[in-house]
């Protein structure tokens, strides 16, 4: 199993940046694939980034290649997502979750979930 807390959200103005964090319990963090999603109001919660056990492998959705990067310290049991031009639309509760060695994009293929942290961009 594995715990995860996030951290680094807030409050920011359109083209502002954000690092949010990911911090993981247990000896066998790097023996999962993380990934990071979103939830707006009213919306379903939607994939943003992921990245595999080594790091080798990161996915995007659309919305934000070219703008938010995933990254992991295996050392360290840490992800971030580092999130430039920030846009209003980036609003949302994000959360980071972990699942076995293989990298998915989907919300329900992952077995561990942090408690979220609140993402707002002002305009």
């Known amino acids: 199993q594995v715990q995860l807390v996030e951290s680094g959200g807030g409050l920011v103005q359109a083209g502002g940046s954000l690092r949010l964090s990911c911090a993981a319990s247990?000896?066998?963090?790097?023996?999962?694939?993380m990934g990071w999603f979103r939830q707006a109001p009213g919306k379903e919660r939607e994939f943003v980034a992921a990245?595999?056990?080594?790091?080798?492998?990161?996915y995007y959705a659309d919305s934000v290649k070219g703008r938010f990067t995933i990254s992991r310290d295996n050392a360290k049991n840490t992800v971030t997502l580092q999130m430039n031009s920030l846009k209003p639309e980036d609003t949302a509760v994000y959360y980071c979750?972990?699942?076995?060695?293989?990298?998915?994009?989907?919300?329900?293929?992952?077995?561990?979930w942090g408690q979220g942290t609140q993402v707002t961009v002002s305009s």
């Open positions: 990245i595999s056990w080594s790091g080798g492998t990161k």
């Open positions: 247990g000896r066998t963090f790097r023996s999962y694939a």
């Open positions: 979750a972990a699942r076995g060695q293989v990298v998915r994009t989907t919300p329900s293929e992952y077995n561990y």
